[in-house]
Every structure is written in C-alpha cells, then in structure tokens.
C-alpha cells in the first residue's frame, strides 16, 4: 500500500498536517505576537530526523516534519529582527509510550541501539535538555537552527556498507 502517494487517503493526510504542521502555526502566532511585543523570546518546534531523512509508509508524518523545518526557519527570518528567535529540535529514536510497542521485542531494541553510535535509543529527557537549551538565554545567538538529537545515528549510513577488515569493534 502507498501512504504517500496517490491511494493516501486525503482526509488522513489533511488530518495529520492539522496536528503536525498547522498546530505549530496557531500556536507560532498565539505566543509570537507577545513575544514580538516584548522584543525577546523563542520558539522551539520539534520536529524528527524524518523531516530530512524520508521514511517510507508513513503517510504525511515525514513531509509534516519536513514543514515544520520550513516553518521555523521562516519565523527565524522574520522574528528574528524583533528579538524572537526560533529554532528546531529533531529527534531520532525515542523511547516513548508511543513507540513503547517496538520495545516488547528484545531483538528489536537491540538492534534499533546497535544502530546508534552512543549504543542506546534515546529518552525524553535526552530531548528536554535540548529545548531547554534552545529556549534559554544560553542560545541567545541560535536562530533558524535545527538541533538532531539522535545520539549519531543518522551518520550510520556509511558504517551499513561491507568493508571486510573495518568491522565496527575492530
């Protein structure tokens, strides 16, 4: 079945950028104004290594991401002179009630962390440090910046390609 293409169900499709895409907008604008007025603030949108990196069968999900990549880095330009800034944190593999359903296998979880370079699937709290990073005065010269907290995994693609003698471990 294709979930991209032309048998997607439109209102599937309208249904998940309502949530991922134009949720962030209405949100962007209720909190953007106050901060506009203020002269100072920041945004920071989550978003996923999906929004760069396609992943197949899932509908809408990694062109929302993709959107909402687009939409910061638009704020960024245009709060950016009024002291507001907006930044993007993209995570890879979470362990999360969501995706809680991928961990009852063993076999799963340890090839998912296989994959990782630190060798783990990462925490929500992975993820809160790294907003609450982008959303302190810490970051005050971070703008239009997307932050992918992945523990390295999307540098892997090369380390999947058979070079006998170059093992990882060797």
């Known amino acids: 079945m294709l979930l991209a293409g032309p048998s997607v169900p439109m209102e599937d499709w309208n249904r998940l950028l309502a949530v991922n895409l134009t949720g962030y907008l209405l949100c962007s604008q209720a909190f953007g104004k106050a901060m506009i007025e203020r002269g100072r603030g920041a945004s920071v949108h989550t978003a996923s290594i999906v929004g760069s ?73 992975d993820m809160a440090q790294v907003v609450l990073f982008l959303a302190s005065d810490r970051a005050g010269f971070v703008n239009g910046q997307e932050i992918i907290v992945d523990g390295g995994f999307e540098h892997m693609l090369m380390s999947l390609v058979p070079r006998p003698g170059f093992e990882r471990g060797n």
């Open 53 to 125: 990196q396609a992943q197949g069968f899932s509908g809408a999900y990694s062109v929302s991401k993709a959107g909402v990549l687009m939409l910061s880095k638009q704020l960024a330009v245009e709060w950016g002179p009024h002291g507001v800034r907006s930044n993007v944190m993209s995570p890879g593999l979470v362990r999360t009630p969501m995706s809680e359903s991928f961990s009852q296998d063993p076999n799963v979880t340890q090839r998912r962390s296989a994959a990782i370079p630190l060798g783990r699937i990462g925490t929500p709290e």
